[in-house]
């Protein structure tokens, strides 16, 4: 089953330290309103900038998300988003076609979308704070 607080959660990209995104890959439910995703990746992102800011002797002002971490989210991402309509096997504009993949929508649904990124644990584990 799909786990709510997991790594970056697609708003972070390994390599770009401090470098945010509202709509990245696999972020947004399906028939669920993008505005309302956008502000959950909001509220996301400022709970992680405030934790940051928070955290360690010195305050941190580098915050990047882990490879290990955004690889096994977007592993996970591409097995749980098989179980959906949106796959390879049907002709959609989801899915890219040299790859097979779809990098658009979120596998799981609108609550746990939401869940994830206002409500759950954030996971510190996932990130590198400088």
């Known amino acids: 089953m799909w786990a709510l607080a997991d790594y970056a959660q697609s708003v972070s990209v390994n390599g770009f330290p401090n470098l945010f995104l509202l709509g990245g890959p696999n972020t947004l439910p399906s028939s669920n309103s993008a505005l309302h995703g956008f502000e959950c990746s909001i509220i996301y992102i400022t709970r992680l900038l405030k934790g940051a800011w928070r955290s360690a002797s010195a305050r941190s002002t580098v ?3 882990k490879a290990s971490s955004q690889a096994e989210y977007n592993e996970r991402v591409q097995q749980d988003i098989k179980k959906l309509v949106y796959s390879s096997t049907v002709n959609t ?13 979120y596998p799981g649904t609108q ?13 510190w584990d996932a990130w590198e704070l400088a």
């Open 63 to 65: 915050l990047e998300a």
């Open 93 to 105: 504009w989801y899915i890219n076609k040299e790859t097979g993949k779809n990098t658009l929508t």
């Open 111 to 123: 609550m746990s979308f939401w869940w994830s990124r206002c409500i759950s644990a954030l996971r």
